[in-house]
């Protein structure tokens, strides 16, 4: 078994919608453009680049990862100047997502801090969207452009190298970033930490082919052995608190419970192009079927549970739920709720329970949707569309709070486990 090097990063959950109506529109807007295959980043579009990259090196350098083998328990297996880039387009990126993620990154020496959204469906690393950055000694102009357009945001500006400091034991040498000149859409923040597949940086930096990511130099740099993120949320209760970790190089035992159950990439598109499983979901003791053998996502991005609009039906009429015109949202009473049963995903060779107080919204955020603050509000939302289509279900941050997840990109697999969160009555 190889020696496996795991570094990890705290993590903030953000609500940024101003309303439940709003958060509905941007998960289904987002299922659709997964539907579509707009700007895939699974694993297997990240192994098809870096073979590509094998061939073709930034600046001339080695920099480009590997794909590391797995460990870990489980059930499955140039410089100078130049033009513009032109590239640009709407893809599905942490721009499009209700709820956001940052951290605080430092860059230079001395580093300054910047608040970075982080985003595993896009690929730059850029800073001075609010924050102005300051050339050190380790600052480098390349003299290169950089300009990236998200999903409902863009900035351009210069690129830099420079030490890029995730915390103490995660330090980058010589990391491309982007310095911007003009942002839009990142109120708040000072830039993101593109954490995607390094070919979604293609066409972005002029006289470039593509840029190696973070995760690309922490790799080829020996600061991690593997080619693995491991993800922890909390339930989330208040907005703005650091209730996660990003792992860097494999897994956190302290964080799951049990074994992790790992699972391949699923065959099916458009999942496929994505964190795409395949799963069965149940409703009740009783085995209410919702959706079977179906093809789905894993993201961090989509906020509710949705579920195809089929399964969605069935799933209203198991629970009595109605839809409340305020929010756009299902609805139970409390009676109604003291009755509210599991919901059941079996994933491979588990099957993992997402209980009653996990399916709906935290009472104490209500007010965060426009609702009322007595109303009980569920998390499982319709895509708008039936099963059938190759994306029945997107397991979003809703899920992800009561499971550990791991977007293992070496073996294209994506790893889920129970946590000491996962029964939960926080909600």
């Known amino acids: 078994m190889s020696h496996v090097v795991v570094r990890s990063i705290p993590i903030a959950a953000r609500i ?17 453009k997964v539907l579509n295959g707009i700007h895939p980043h699974g694993p297997l579009v990240s192994r098809e680049a870096r073979s590509r990259h094998h061939h073709h090196k930034h600046h001339g350098t080695s920099t480009g990862a590997g794909a590391g083998s797995g460990t870990g328990t489980g059930t499955g297996t140039g410089t100078g100047t130049g033009t513009a880039p032109t590239g640009s387009g709407t893809g599905v990126d942490v721009t499009d997502a209700s709820v956001t993620y940052t951290t605080s990154v430092g860059v230079g020496s001395s580093a300054t801090k910047f608040t970075l959204l982080i985003d595993t469906g896009s690929s730059n690393t850029w800073v001075g969207a609010s924050t102005k950055y300051t050339p050190t000694s380790s600052s480098q102009n390349t003299g290169n452009t950089v300009k990236v357009s998200y999903g409902s945001g863009s900035f351009s500006g210069t690129e830099y190298t420079d030490t890029v400091t995730l915390s103490s034991s995660l330090v980058i040498q010589k990391q491309s970033i982007g310095v911007a000149s003009t942002a839009t859409g990142f109120q708040g923040v000072d830039g993101i930490l593109g954490i995607g597949p390094a070919d979604l940086t293609q066409g972005t930096v002029s006289n470039t082919s593509t840029v190696p990511t973070v995760t690309d130099n922490l790799f080829s740099q020996g600061t991690i052995t593997e080619d693995t993120l491991g993800i922890s949320f909390e339930p ?122 996990a399916q709906i919204w935290p009472r104490s955020l209500n007010s965060t949707l426009g609702g009322n603050a007595n109303s009980i509000y569920l998390v499982v939302s319709s895509m708008g569309t039936p099963s059938g289509q190759g994306l029945d279900f997107i397991n979003g941050f809703a899920f992800l709070q009561r499971f550990y997840s791991v977007f293992d990109t070496g073996n294209t697999q994506v790893g889920l486990a129970t946590t000491q969160n996962t029964d939960a009555e926080t909600n």
Do not use: C, H
């Not at 209760?237 to 990003?246: A, F, I, P, R």
């Not at 906020?303 to 409340?324: N, R």
């Open 16 to 32: 940024g919608v101003g309303s439940a109506k709003e958060l509905v529109a941007r998960d289904k807007e987002r299922a659709q």
């Open 236 to 357: 989330t209760t208040q907005t703005g608190v650091m209730n996660g970790e990003l792992s860097f190089g494999g897994t956190d035992s302290t964080k799951y419970t049990g074994n992790i159950t790992y699972v391949p990439i699923t065959s099916t598109s458009p999942a496929s192009k994505y964190w795409g499983i395949n799963q069965d979901l149940t409703y009740g003791s009783s085995g209410t079927s919702l959706l079977s053998g179906s093809a789905g996502i894993v993201d961090t991005g989509t906020t509710l549970l949705m579920i195809a609009s089929d399964a969605f039906e069935k799933y209203q009429q198991a629970t009595g739920a109605t839809m409340d015109n305020t929010t756009g949202l299902l609805t139970i009473t409390n009676e109604q709720y003291t009755s509210l049963q599991s919901l059941f995903f079996k994933i491979g060779g588990t099957t993992f329970e997402l209980t009653a107080n």
